[in-house]
């Protein structure tokens, strides 16, 4: 059988071609703790960042939308009562009965993962024996569920969308292979559920998107796309050390999203229990957040207070820290809210962003800092979206820029493997309008920031985008991705503002 999903908490393995992602993840590193214990596992809520105060001060993530796509829940556990969660539906249906795939179940062996990562986000703190439970960073955040089922079954879904009337599901054709050409090994032969939907909640007005499960290739690109149309920010979990990889793929290594990688207590790196080995990251890596020695609510045996690892885990707590900048700064966007994160990485206070490396990206994150700087006055641009490849990020490790071919078509940079405006005129062509940037009004957007053809954003300069990847293009980067992480190492910028635990300076 063809796999083609994987999990972010520590354990997966996966390998895969350069057309069909597929992968094995075995069960998430999980154990049951008693009482006593729970104290250390809830360092994040503590140590890092005082939930407890945060929320007293009334900033508790209210009136922003956090969409979590991951593959099912338990909505009924002790440590979501109350909290303001809505399971918004799927985007695969079993294409032998026609039924939707379960994304609602009591079953922990099929719901803990997706709930742990919620419990990362809206968790009450309080477990079923009224001890100590998982505490969510942004409890009073709407959150939205998007459930794809289990991720090593997520190639056999047919696929719909429930934002579009006119089953604009194409993904792959329309984004991958702007000739037709069918890439992915499913049923339905059109795209994937999870990239699928990530564009479903952007469509439907989520302002943050939190992904903790990874499918799919080119399918990232169009959503990021959309993401940075709509001014919606998409944070997702990385590769962790047991992973083992023969391919790079979406939605991490996608240009203008925020990877996270995972760390302990001590500002130590997502450790290998097998190997000793420490968490992977990614190229164009964001932050370094909690995601190690976590408390959770289940694991796949049994529901109840649990030891929890993974990026899986970083994820959800990154996009909470957005949520609560932009509950307390009302008038500031998400991309102000990610300037204002990278501008108060490591012990805090503002300094200039500077990229760390693969690992620990523009360094830890510090909620706590950030959201003492008043981000309205900050760039209301996608600080992780390299537009230009004069950009240090798209530096190779020998020091050489970036270049582009001269139609402006394909790029090479470092950061990531796209999507990229082309510097030349825009497309003339397109394959449909699934292919197209549309506003909430239905128009053609002609600018991945919003703006009118005649102000160009000051970060591009540019004027009319209309992006498609071209297929011949995205296999060459995809072969190119496979000694990517393994071979890495770019100049790095010192960032003597940037301290954390254990003396650490990133």
Same mark, same amino acid.
């Given at each position: 059988? @063809?796999?083609?999903?994987?999990?972010?908490?520590?354990?997966?393995?996966?390998?895969?071609?350069?057309?069909? $992602?597929?992968?094995?993840?075995?069960?998430?590193?999980?154990?049951?703790?008693?009482?006593?214990?729970?104290? !250390?596992?809830?360092?994040?809520?503590?140590?890092?960042?005082?939930?407890?105060?945060?929320?007293?001060?009334?900033?508790?993530?209210?009136?922003?939308?956090?969409?979590?796509?991951?593959?099912a829940?338990?909505t009924?556990?002790?440590?979501?009562?109350?909290?303001?969660?809505?399971?918004?539906?799927?985007?695969?249906?079993?294409?032998?009965?026609?039924e939707?795939?379960?994304?609602?179940?009591?079953?922990?062996?099929?719901?803990?993962?997706?709930?742990?990562v919620?419990?990362? $986000?809206?968790?009450?703190?309080?477990?079923?024996?009224?001890?100590?439970?998982?505490?969510? @960073?942004?409890?009073?955040?709407?959150?939205?569920?998007?459930?794809?089922?289990?991720?090593?079954?997520v190639?056999?879904?047919?696929?719909?969308?429930?934002?579009?009337?006119?089953?604009d599901? !194409?993904?792959?054709?329309?984004?991958?292979?702007?000739?037709?050409?069918?890439?992915?090994e499913?049923?339905?032969?059109?795209?994937? #559920?999870?990239?699928?939907a990530a564009r479903a909640?952007?469509? !439907?007005?989520?302002?943050? *998107?939190?992904?903790?499960v990874?499918?799919?290739?080119?399918?990232?690109?169009?959503?990021?796309?959309?993401?940075?149309?709509?001014?919606?920010?998409?944070?997702?979990g990385?590769?962790?050390?047991?992973?083992?990889l023969?391919?790079?793929?979406?939605?991490?290594l996608?240009?203008?999203? #925020?990877?996270?990688?995972a760390?302990?207590a001590?500002?130590?790196?997502?450790?290998?229990?097998?190997?000793? !080995?420490?968490? %992977?990251?990614?190229?164009?890596?964001?932050?370094?957040?909690?995601?190690?020695?976590?408390?959770?609510?289940?694991?796949?045996?049994?529901?109840?207070?649990?030891?929890?690892?993974g990026?899986?885990?970083? #994820?959800?707590?990154?996009?909470?820290?957005?949520a609560?900048?932009?509950?307390k700064?009302?008038?500031?966007?998400?991309f102000?809210?990610?300037?204002?994160?990278?501008?108060?990485?490591?012990?805090?206070?503002?300094?200039?962003?500077?990229?760390?490396?693969?690992?620990?990206?523009?360094?830890?994150?510090?909620?706590?800092?950030?959201?003492?700087?008043?981000?309205?006055?900050?760039?209301?641009?996608?600080?992780?979206?390299?537009?230009?490849? %004069?950009?240090?990020?798209?530096?190779?490790?020998?020091g050489?820029?970036?270049? *582009?071919?001269?139609?402006?078509?394909?790029?090479?940079c470092?950061?990531?493997?796209?999507?990229?405006?082309?510097?030349?005129?825009?497309?003339?062509?397109v394959?449909?309008?699934?292919?197209?940037?549309?506003?909430?009004?239905?128009?053609?957007?002609?600018?991945?920031?919003?703006?009118? #053809?005649d102000?160009?954003?000051?970060?591009?300069?540019?004027?009319?985008?209309?992006?498609?990847?071209?297929?011949?293009?995205?296999?060459?980067l995809?072969? @190119?991705?496979?000694?990517?992480?393994a071979?890495?190492?770019?100049?790095?910028?010192?960032?003597?503002?940037?301290?954390?635990g254990?003396?650490?300076?990133?």
């Amino acid at each position: 059988m @063809i796999r083609r999903g994987v999990r972010l908490s520590s354990g997966a393995f996966m390998l895969a071609s350069a057309v069909v $992602l597929m992968s094995y993840a075995s069960p998430a590193v999980a154990a049951p703790v008693g009482p006593g214990e729970r104290s !250390d596992l809830l360092w994040n809520a503590k140590r890092w960042l005082d939930y407890a105060a945060l929320q007293e001060e009334g900033v508790t993530g209210e009136g922003v939308t956090v969409a979590v796509i991951d593959e099912a829940i338990n909505t009924e556990v002790p440590e979501l009562a109350g909290a303001d969660v809505e399971v918004r539906g799927t985007t695969c249906v079993d294409p032998e009965t026609g039924e939707p795939v379960q994304i609602e179940s009591t079953d922990p062996a099929i719901s803990e993962h997706g709930t742990n990562v919620v419990s990362m $986000l809206a968790g009450s703190g309080t477990a079923e024996d009224g001890g100590p439970g998982a505490a969510g @960073i942004a409890p009073k955040a709407s959150v939205w569920f998007y459930g794809v089922g289990d991720v090593e079954e997520v190639d056999q879904c047919e696929l719909r969308d429930p934002t579009r009337a006119d089953g604009d599901i !194409d993904l792959a054709r329309d984004i991958s292979l702007g000739d037709g050409t069918e890439i992915y090994e499913n049923p339905s032969g059109e795209g994937d #559920a999870t990239a699928l939907a990530a564009r479903a909640a952007i469509r !439907d007005g989520a302002d943050i *998107v939190s992904v903790s499960v990874l499918s799919g290739l080119g399918d990232w690109d169009q959503v990021l796309i959309e993401a940075q149309a709509r001014g919606v920010a998409v944070v997702t979990g990385t590769p962790n050390p047991d992973t083992e990889l023969g391919f790079i793929g979406g939605p991490w290594l996608t240009n203008g999203a #925020a990877p996270v990688s995972a760390i302990d207590a001590n500002g130590e790196l997502l450790t290998s229990a097998a190997t000793g !080995d420490r968490g %992977s990251g990614s190229s164009n890596l964001a932050f370094a957040a909690p995601g190690a020695s976590l408390l959770g609510v289940g694991d796949e045996s049994a529901w109840g207070p649990t030891r929890i690892d993974g990026s899986s885990y970083a #994820a959800p707590i990154l996009a909470g820290s957005l949520a609560l900048i932009m509950q307390k700064y009302p008038d500031a966007t998400v991309f102000q809210a990610l300037q204002a994160m990278v501008r108060t990485t490591g012990a805090g206070g503002e300094h200039e962003p500077v990229w760390n490396d693969t690992r620990f990206g523009y360094g830890y994150a510090n909620p706590k800092s950030a959201l003492e700087l008043d981000p309205r006055e900050l760039p209301d641009v996608n600080p992780l979206f390299v537009s230009d490849v %004069s950009d240090s990020r798209c530096a190779a490790p020998d020091g050489s820029v970036g270049t *582009v071919s001269e139609n402006g078509d394909k790029w090479a940079c470092e950061w990531s493997l796209g999507p990229f405006p082309p510097q030349a005129e825009a497309y003339a062509a397109v394959v449909n309008d699934g292919a197209q940037v549309l506003s909430d009004s239905g128009e053609r957007v002609d600018s991945v920031y919003g703006q009118a #053809a005649d102000a160009p954003s000051e970060a591009t300069g540019s004027t009319l985008w209309v992006w498609i990847a071209v297929g011949g293009g995205i296999v060459v980067l995809v072969l @190119i991705a496979v000694v990517v992480l393994a071979t890495r190492k770019r100049p790095r910028a010192e960032n003597h503002h940037q301290t954390v635990g254990g003396g650490h300076e990133r």
